[in-house]
């Protein structure tokens, strides 16, 4: 400490030596642009997920949108067709909220026959959360007119995917917006620059990044990430489809695969907790398989559709353990055990895997994914 | 949207289109690594600040600190000193809250006899807000055994100033914090990394960066920092000294000076309140110059300690207007007009400075700084 540090900057950056907190990026090398990368959720505290590393889940890759040149068209059963340039909806009142996106795909390694031996973040971290500030769709909707025959709204984005989604006018009305800003500056280009549809506690494929239109219209689009993708056979042979909300879910962050306790003693268990349907009620860890459950404590202020951190202090023996987390949220809805997942929705999911996470110590220290 | 977008990245930045969103530099020249840097809240929305873009006071520059070999000492009026590893630290338990940290001297030019010039975030910018976390203080002094004679905590950094500051032990027990994280992450180099001590509410100095000692005492160090500096002059000739807390402040964010009306009509007036005294009751909009006042709507949640976001609708006519913003806390304090600010501090003010603030429209959407 005898000589002067760096100097200022226009815009820090994390520390190197924090280079390994990173995405982890899962693409597929035949279509490019088309993956996911995972928030490093085991890394992280808090409930803020820092823009840098909020999950990604693209089709077609990252397209650079000049911010002036982009419109947002409002069409369909609308009375007048409305565009909107970026500074013309800035003009409109605005709200912020502090709210989880999560893929309606995270976790799904979860439905594998054996445990995936990975960082928790790197199976259960195609979720974020950030605050995100924009218009209230309820008041473009109401400038367009909507024809009281529609009741499906449809979302398209400016990627080279243009991917579609059809979600219920209802919602759209209730608490969904167009935003323009994530976590207090313009939103990252990977997250939908300069303009994201937030479609709060549901599939994330619906909260579109990079909206260029949204259609007014009586019935869904149907379009192959809803009818392909994102539906589900059932144990009945039918198909689940609008399958919309994310249920309650958590997740122990640390101690997790990847970590090392270094010897018995006191420890604090921390993790996340989320619920598409509203706060977060209540999580249960247990040390023991689940045999016996205890309360957590909930970081204050628990707010609805957002990260809720959950702790609560552990001594360790020193003996193999498995630790569990159990959420409730606010509507009654309980975090299924993984048995019970598969009992209701069979062998053939692949999304809105929301089971409770069993993690085991052994004698070492180490933590390793175990299905009980 | 015909072409692939750009490929995935582990740690994602700003889109270019923003690299005019950065803090401004403001340093000594004869000093090297002394000065700071603002946060542009003129071209952010909701309440986190990016931590690429919270301001910066250094004396003396970034240091560079190993995190395996940084450690906290603590020590003085204790029953067994203590020292911590930051991987030592970590095994406690742990908080987080969003919080405000504002500089003692933020806003300092509306002291000058002539309203300065600039943009809104570069006079008032010294003032940020994120998710802190890390471990309360009362547990690691509860485990060094304070002596029941000692009222000080003094705390000092690992920086080449070696900057002391001293707070009351009573206050550091009650919600002051040594934090590892800052918006999900670890600290940014600039923030304090990899420990910086949070003080809630109370003058920036106080939450000491890169915190590499605190020593339990019974006066406080009395170092240049809260003798020479942080203390005022007073009309009756006496200084005030140790004025921790920084009281209720507002600032319209929207529109500002270097924005520009685009003609008579509905905007939005947008602005930020805070208090060190605890959560915003009210924000009164005026824009007539302090005539009329009207209540703006507050973004719930409003968290104690921590920026709230206003917003209230306006039609400008076109003729020329005078913006204002006066905040009021729930501990009845009332932000307070320039001329009953300046008749009790008087004119040797340099700190502390939280004036309601005055931006006058002309009839070509032109904004100014103005004194009214």
Known sequence: MKTPGQPFSNYGQPSLQERGVVRWISANRGVPGNGVSWTPLHDLEGTITPSGLHFERHHNGVPQIPIDQHRLLIHGQVRRALTFSM???????IRSDILFIECGGNSNAGWHQLPQQTRAGFMHGLASCSEWAGVPLSLLLDEAG???????LIAEGADAAAIQVSLPLAKARRDCFVALYQNGERIRPENGYPLRLIV????????????????????????????????????????????????AKSLITSPSPGQRLDGKGVYEIRGLAWSGRGRIRSV????????????AQLQQPVLPLAFTRFRTGWTWSGAPAVLKSRASDDSGYVQPERSALIAERGRHGYFHYNAIVSWQVDEDGEISHVYT
Do not use: C
């Open 87 to 93: 500074g013309e909806l800035a003009r409109y009142p």
């Open 200 to 247: 709060p506690g549901w599939e994330g494929v619906l909260s579109i990044k990079w909206l260029r239109r949204l259609e007014v219209a009586r019935e869904p689009v149907m379009a192959r990430n809803e009818t392909a993708r994102y539906t589900e056979l059932q144990p009945s042979g039918k198909a689940r489809m609008f399958t919309f909300v994310m249920d």
């Open 146 to 152: 909507v024809d009281a025959s529609a009741s499906w």
């Open 284 to 295: 249960e860890v247990s040390t023991d398989g689940g045999a016996h459950w205890a309360a």
